[in-house]
T-cell receptor, first 116, second 114 residues
Framework: GDSVTQMEGPVTLSEEAFLTINCTYT??????LFWYVQYPGEGLQLLLK?????DKGSNKGFEATYRKETTSFHLEKGSVQVSDSAVYFC???????????????FGKGTKLSVKP | DVKVTQSSRYLVKRTGEKVFLECVQDMDHENMFWYRQDPGLGLRLIYFSYDVKMKEKGDIPEGYSVSREKKERFSLILESASTNQTSMYLC?????????????FGSGTQLSVL
C-alpha cells in the first residue's frame, strides 16, 4: 500500500542554520503531498502542500518540491529560528478509502530543535 | 478561524472503563477523523466519517467505535479501555472529500489507561 518514509530525528540545529528533512513516498496513483507541523502542546497544522509533479509548496520560509522521478518531497528552510522547533510530518493523500476520500497517510514525524 | 475542539486535554482512566472522547468542529465540515499518535509510529487513522451517521474504519479500528449523530460532533468510544490504548488522540476535520483538502486538527487528548 501507499506509505511515507521520513528521516528520523531528532534533528538539532543552531539558529540560522540550513534545514533539510527528507521525505520519500510510495504510491500507486498520483497523490497530493503535504507537510504538517506540530508545535509543542498543539495539534497538527498544515505547513505547505503540492498537488502535482514539479509543484513547489512554500510557507513561512519553508519549501518543498514534488519530485515524481525520485518520489520525494523534502522540506527545506534556508535559515531556521528557535520558533521553528516542532515536530514535522510528511503526508500523502490516499484515495484508497471509498474512492474519492482524501485520507492522509503520515510519516512518523521528525522532531526539530533549534538552539539560540 | 476554523476551530476543532477536543473536550479534554488530559484524561486518566482505569482498565475496563468505557471512555468517550468528544470532538466538535465549528466549520460545517463534511469529514471528521480520529487519529492516535504514538512516539516512533506517527499518526494512525482509527475511524473517519464523511457524513452524519456514516463511519468508516481506518487502519487500527480494533477496540474503538465512533458516533456521529450531528455534523459538528464526532465521538470516539473505547468500549473497554486497555493499557495499550494509552496514547495521544487527535481529532481532525476537512471540508470536502478531496485529495487536496487540508485537515484541521484539534489540540489532542492525552489518554492514560491505568
Amino acid at each position: 500500500g501507499d506509505s511515507v518514509t521520513q528521516m528520523e530525528g531528532p534533528v538539532t540545529l543552531s539558529e540560522e542554520a540550513f534545514l533539510t528533512i527528507n521525505c520519500t513516498y510510495t504510491a500507486t496513483g498520483y497523490p497530493s503531498l503535504f507537510w504538517y507541523v506540530q508545535y509543542p502542546g498543539e495539534g497538527l497544522q498544515l505547513l505547505l502542500k503540492a498537488t502535482k509533479a514539479d509543484d513547489k509548496g512554500s510557507n513561512k520560509g519553508f519549501e518543498a518540491t514534488y519530485r515524481k522521478e525520485t518520489t520525494s518531497f523534502h522540506l527545506e528552510k534556508g535559515s531556521v529560528q528557535v520558533s521553528d522547533s516542532a515536530v514535522y510530518f510528511c503526508a500523502l493523500s490516499d484515495e484508497g478509502y471509498g474512492g474519492s476520500q482524501g485520507n492522509l497517510i503520515f510519516g512518523k514525524g521528525t522532531k526539530l530543535s533549534v538552539k539560540p | 478561524d476554523v476551530k476543532v475542539t477536543q473536550s479534554s486535554r488530559y484524561l486518566v482512566k482505569r482498565t475496563g472503563e468505557k471512555v468517550f472522547l468528544e470532538c466538535v468542529q465549528d466549520m460545517d465540515h463534511e469529514n471528521m477523523f480520529w487519529y492516535r499518535q504514538d512516539p516512533g509510529l506517527g499518526l494512525r487513522l482509527i475511524y473517519f466519517s464523511y457524513d452524519v451517521k456514516m463511519k468508516e474504519k481506518g487502519d487500527i479500528p480494533e477496540g474503538y467505535s465512533v458516533s456521529r449523530e450531528k455534523k459538528e460532533r464526532f465521538s470516539l468510544i473505547l468500549e473497554s479501555a486497555s493499557t495499550n490504548q494509552t496514547s495521544m488522540y487527535l481529532c481532525a476535520s476537512s471540508l470536502w472529500a478531496s485529495t487536496n483538502e487540508k485537515l484541521f486538527f484539534g489540540s489532542g487528548t492525552q489518554l492514560s489507561v491505568l
